[in-house]
């Protein structure tokens, strides 16, 4: 594995970034779920005074739970990852309380841009709506804190991989055919790193095969990446992030004065040409 992952060559894809500071756009979110820009950063989307305390819900959820996917990190919600669908399902119905407890009495900057956006598609003849199953519905975000050492603090990956080998109890799976669109606010950030890296690289069926990462898409190795070229998105609290998940991203090493990095965390991305899926 090791001679083929050192010999494979990457496809380059460029990235096209935006980054400006204020409130997002529904425009600027059906661009990305278009594929017509690679990534979105604004700054200072959201207060600070929200942003401290999600963070503080975050740290003393009686829902906080240590990952134990392979993937370094806490959570409180619930993720598909690696999941069948009526254990992500069931999970999601579980975690509701303790995902809706982070923002208590305070106006929920991930469920506004969901009902924002799901008005403008709405216009357009096209259907927003959690993804869901006999099982129950997925929820509107996720919070996370990874928590890997050394160059990453959460490695290189794809989030189509795991999309798309979801099986076909998930109706979400058919949006691996077109943009998996990953969704980040922070309330948290650490002094030092936690900066989101993208590589100028979308992998194909075949490239994930000759990394061993077909059905995850995660992690890809350093030898592979090498000479991809890749930029950082630097982060601060009250940021959001929106990207095209089908390139490669991963979140540098952080290091300073203690503080955490947290994210709330979604999916979503067309169905079909008249529907779009959401979820964690």
Request: aromatic share 8%; glycine share 8%.
């Amino acid at each position: 594995m090791a001679t083929n992952q050192a010999r494979q060559t990457p496809a380059i894809s460029p990235l096209t970034i935006e980054e400006r500071t204020g409130s997002i756009s529904t425009a600027e979110i059906i661009s990305v779920l278009k594929g017509e820009i690679t990534a979105l950063h604004i700054s200072q989307a959201f207060s600070t005074e929200i942003a401290e305390e999600i963070t503080a819900k975050f740290f003393g959820s009686p829902g906080l739970r240590e990952r134990k996917d392979g993937v370094p990190g806490q959570y409180v919600g619930a993720s598909h990852y690696r999941k069948d669908a009526a254990t992500y399902f069931a999970e999601a119905e579980t975690a509701r309380p303790h995902v809706d407890a982070l923002f208590g009495n305070l106006v929920d900057p991930v469920r506004a841009l969901f009902d924002a956006l799901k008005r403008e598609l709405h216009k357009q003849g096209i259907e927003l709506r959690l993804a869901r199953s006999e099982h129950g519905q997925a929820n509107v975000c996720r919070a996370l804190s990874w928590t890997g050492s050394g160059t990453f603090s959460l490695d290189p990956h794809d989030d189509v991989a795991q999309v798309l080998r979801a099986g076909n109890d998930y109706e979400l799976s058919a949006v691996a055919h077109n943009t998996v669109a990953a969704l980040n606010f922070y309330p948290s950030m650490s002094e030092e790193g936690g900066n989101l890296r993208l590589w100028s690289h979308k992998p194909t069926v075949d490239d994930r095969k000759s990394q061993g990462v077909e059905t995850t898409g995660y992690p890809y190795s350093a030898v592979y990446l090498k000479d991809v070229p890749c930029r950082d998105i630097r982060l601060k609290a009250g940021d959001i992030a929106l990207l095209d998940g089908g390139f490669v991203h991963g979140v540098t090493g952080q290091a300073g004065n203690g503080k955490r990095r947290v994210l709330l965390n979604s999916f979503f991305g067309f169905a079909r040409p008249d529907l779009v899926l959401w979820w964690t």
